[in-house]
C-alpha cells in the first residue's frame, strides 16, 4: 500500500519540521510506504532548505510566491497522482499528528463498504478545543452547518477542514482534486461536499488525532475597532472572505442560500453593529 502525503508551506518553517518530525515518526500499517510531497511557495524563511537538509527524502517542489494554500495543493497532488498511490493524505504544515494516527485512519478507511474519505479531528493544544474537522448541514441545500465531532465512533459528515484528510485513489480518479477557481480557503470544503454528493463516503475519525491552533479568530470586526474600508478588504480579501469565490461557492453548492448570503455578507461590512444586535 502506498500512501502520498501532501503539503503546502509559506513561511512556517519551525512548524512545518515539526509537522514533518510527527509524520516521520508514524507507525504504519505492515506493507505500507509513504512518500511526502511538499511545495514550499518562496518562503524567505529557509523553509525549503531546511526541509531539504533535515528531511531529504522529501519530493520537494518550489512555488512563486502567489500559489496560497488551494494553489499550492493542487500543484503537490498533481505532482503525486503519477505514482498512483492507494490513498493520498492532506495534511496543513501547522498540523502535528498524535502517535498512530496516520495508521488508525488508514485502518478506518480500509474497513468501509464504499471508498471513503477520512477526515482527522485537530484540537487547539493550549485551549484543547476542537478547531478543525468534518461539519453537518442542519438543513440540506441551505448553507448553515454544524460541527461534528465523536469521541468514541466515525460521525458521517457532509464537508470537512483538509487539515487532515485521507482521500483513496478511486475518489480522485473520478473527482480529480482541489477545483481551479479556489485561490485559498474553500477548496477543502467543495472538495469534500462534491465527495459526500457523488455517493462516496465521507467520515470523521473519532477523537482527535491531531494538534492544529484555529488561525481563523474572529475575522469579522466590530464597528468600533475597524473602517468601512478594512471591513472591504477583508471581504473581498482571499485569506479573508474572498467575497467572489465565497458565493460561487454557494451559487454552486447552495443556491436557495445566495440571497440571504449576499445580504449577511453586506450587512456585515457595512452595518457591523447592527448584525451583531441581530445575531443574539
Known amino acids: 500500500m502506498k500512501i502520498a502525503v501532501l503539503l503546502t508551506t509559506f513561511n512556517r518553517k519551525q512548524k512545518t ?6 509524520l516521520r515518526s508514524q507507525d504504519l500499517p505492515a506493507g505500507c510506504a509513504m512518500d511526502v510531497f511538499l511545495t ?13 537538509a533535515l528531511y531529504p527524502e522529501t519530493h520537494l517542489y518550489n512555488g512563486d510566491g502567489h500559489f496560497y494554500w488551494a494553489g499550492g495543493m493542487r500543484y503537490t497532488w498533481n505532482k503525486a497522482i ?13 498540523t502535528t499528528l498524535f502517535a498512530g494516527a496516520v495508521k488508525k ?58 487539515n487532515i484528510l485521507l482521500v483513496p485513489r478511486e475518489v480522485v480518479n473520478r473527482l480529480g482534486i482541489l477545483a481551479d ?11 469534500t461536499y462534491k465527495v459526500k454528493k457523488a455517493g462516496f463516503g465521507l467520515k470523521s475519525a473519532p477523537g482527535i488525532i ?18 468601512l474600508k478594512e471591513r472591504i478588504n477583508y471581504l473581498m480579501s482571499v485569506k479573508g472572505i474572498a467575497y467572489r469565490e465565497h458565493m ?14 449576499f445580504l449577511k455578507l453586506w450587512m456585515k461590512t457595512f452595518f457591523p453593529i447592527v448584525w451583531d444586535r441581530l445575531k443574539h
Open 248 to 261: 460561487l461557492f454557494i451559487r454552486d453548492h447552495f443556491p436557495l442560500s445566495y440571497p440571504s448570503e
Open 82 to 94: 503519477p505514482t498512483n498511490p492507494d490513498y493520498y493524505l492532506l495534511l496543513n504544515d501547522d
Open 181 to 191: 477557481h479556489f485561490t485559498h480557503s474553500l477548496a477543502d470544503y467543495d472538495y
Open 105 to 162: 485512519i488508514i485502518q478506518l478507511a480500509g474497513s468501509q463498504p464504499k471508498p471513503t474519505v477520512i477526515i482527522g479531528n485537530t484540537a487547539d493544544q493550549a485551549s484543547g478545543k476542537l478547531s478543525y474537522g468534518g461539519w453537518r448541514l442542519l438543513r440540506k441545500r441551505f448553507w448553515k452547518s454544524e460541527r461534528v465531532y465523536d469521541e468514541k465512533q466515525m460521525a458521517d459528515c457532509d464537508f470537512a477542514n483538509a
Open 17 to 22: 519540521l515539526e509537522c514533518l518530525q510527527t
Open 210 to 227: 491531531g494538534y492544529c491552533t484555529d488561525d481563523h479568530g474572529n475575522n469579522w470586526k466590530s464597528q468600533g475597532s475597524s473602517t
Open 40 to 52: 514550499d511557495d518562496a518562503s524567505s524563511d529557509g523553509t525549503a532548505d531546511a526541509v531539504k
